[in-house]
């Protein structure tokens, strides 16, 4: 598989010779040649089908004690490395899904395994502190070199959280607790208030609201799903309060194409996103905060201009709405930005944007006003983990020396042609081709089609993910190259051909 002469795009390759170790870089650039690493596998490599029988006997084991049915496969994470997953039956795969968007700089990072082999780290990996009452003596030093380093621009206040749903679960409280502050007038809660706090009853337990978006994804715990709307199995059996949900633009592509159609349908959009919030304050459940994906992931990659999200800023803020942007999969530069909704040139920052996954611990920065007066409002007993902050210290280091945000670009705008043209030749077969930087998707004619190429591609040596009905995304390190990138154009593209005959 890995020699074989296969028609890519109207060009012949070999794909071995294209992604021999040590040989290729970037462009032939020196700084390509710095982010490449020399101990990554030279390609895919396959032993067995994927499940393969050692995964399949540990997913018996596994099966006795707990459901099982979303693992796909079993990782041998010793050997993985780099750009390259392998799984316990030995199989090495180029690796587009990345554990769900959470691994920034590729597996076993030199930088990130030293870090945890430092005498200096070493309390910090073993006394696991309650961060909100006990932090240790360095934490300051950690979030200025780490989380601040990067904060979006106009946001100076951070909390950190373990992972993205309670991380959105937590900026909702942020924005509770920023309303009826407004609300009070800078007077503290009355003792009615207090008490009624107590047995969930207003006026203590205000009814207010978050408005979200159809095909959203926001996270698993209670207020967090009430913002989500992707799958049935998700929210199934659970109660969930009565919050407003506004449609999410559809956008057609290639943009340039649709330009016309496309603002008209973020206008619609917009239009509907005021209706409703009016509707909902004068019922009496006023809308304290606005919350959205840059790009909807779990939805169905679902991309919106610039145009629509400073409309949706100056909703919220003629609404006195937080504007919560839920970065947990599009942060840590994944869209060539570090935070995707620079993109959109918006006139001030966010209130509120919530991270996770590559950025390694969960969180959300905040404007001052959204800090609470009092102790323990966002709060619990570790508020995070010292030890992935040291992680993305080191993380944030590799970005910044290897002008990671810049190959990105270059990366994703390579891949993003390579694809463009498969759409080209495909027949329909392939659509959709959208994107930021390397994060993006493309859509297939049903799930049962997308599903069939995922699978194929496995076989082939190159892990995808699905996402909405009939999407089937990417989520590379922000380390992928030139190279790993024709891995996957050349794999995509013979399966895409097989499939159409």
Not at 270 to 296: C, F, M, R
Not at 375 to 404: A, M, Q, S, Y
Not at 480 to 500: A, E, P, T, Y
């Amino acid at each position: 598989m890995a020699t074989a002469r296969i028609p890519l795009l109207g060009v012949t390759m070999r794909v071995k010779n294209a992604c021999r170790a040590g040989q290729r870089t970037l462009s032939g650039t020196a700084h390509a040649a710095k982010i490449f690493d020399p101990k990554e596998p030279p390609g895919p490599s396959m032993k067995t089908e994927v499940p393969g029988p050692r995964s399949k006997e540990l997913l018996a084991n596994l099966d006795a004690i707990q459901n099982t049915g979303g693992v796909y496969f079993f990782v041998d994470f010793e050997r993985s490395q780099g750009n390259y997953i392998v799984d316990a039956d030995g199989n090495v795969m180029l690796d587009l899904y990345t554990q769900i968007s959470s691994i920034p700089i590729g597996y076993n990072h030199p930088r990130l395994i030293r870090a945890v082999q430092n005498p200096a780290n070493l309390a910090s990996f073993v006394n696991r502190p309650a961060l909100g009452t006990y932090p240790p003596s360095d934490w300051v030093t950690r979030l200025q070199s780490a989380l601040l380093s990067v904060a979006p621009p106009g946001l100076k206040q951070v909390q950190t959280m373990m992972c993205g749903a309670c991380s959105v679960e937590h900026s909702q409280k942020a924005a509770f607790i920023r309303y009826m502050a407004r609300q009070r007038g800078g007077k503290p809660p009355t003792k009615e208030e207090q008490d009624s706090a107590l047995i969930n009853a207003a006026p203590g337990c205000p009814p207010l609201s978050i408005l979200s978006f159809k095909n959203a994804f926001h996270g698993r715990t209670m207020g967090a799903l009430a913002c989500s709307h992707t799958k049935w199995l998700h929210k199934l059996d659970f109660p969930a309060p009565d919050w407003p949900i506004a449609p999410f633009p559809m956008l057609k592509y290639p943009l340039e194409d649709f330009k016309a159609e496309n603002k008209k349908e973020e206008e619609s959009c917009l239009a509907q996103v005021q209706e409703i919030i009016e509707k909902y304050n004068k019922a009496g459940k006023p809308v304290a905060g606005i919350i959205v994906e840059p790009a909807q992931a779990e939805g169905g990659d679902n991309f919106a201009t610039g145009h629509f999200f400073v409309g949706l800023q100056k909703i919220a803020k003629e609404f006195n709405s937080a504007l919560m942007i839920d970065e947990v999969q599009t942060g840590c530069g994944a869209t060539g930005k570090f935070w995707a909704h620079e993109h959109f040139n918006l006139p001030e920052a966010p209130d509120i944007v919530i991270f996770s996954k590559k950025m390694m611990s969960g969180g959300f920065f905040y404007k001052d006003a959204f800090r609470p007066a009092e102790p323990f409002r966002i709060f619990n007993t570790w508020v995070g983990d010292p030890t992935k902050i040291i992680l993305l210290g080191e993380v944030v280091k590799v970005i910044k020396e290897e002008n990671l945000l810049d190959n990105v670009q270059k990366t994703g705008e390579y891949m993003m042609k390579g694809l463009k043209q498969l759409e080209k030749t495909s027949n329909g077969f392939v659509s959709r081709v959208r994107g930021l930087g390397s994060y993006g998707s493309i859509d297939f004619p049903d799930a049962d089609k997308r599903d069939k190429v995922i699978h194929q591609l496995k076989q082939q040596g190159v892990n995808c993910g699905a996402c909405g009905y009939k999407g089937l995304r990417f989520r590379p390190m922000l380390t992928l190259q030139k190279h790993h990138v024709d891995i996957l154009l050349d794999r995509l593209n013979s399966v895409v051909k097989s499939m159409m005959k």
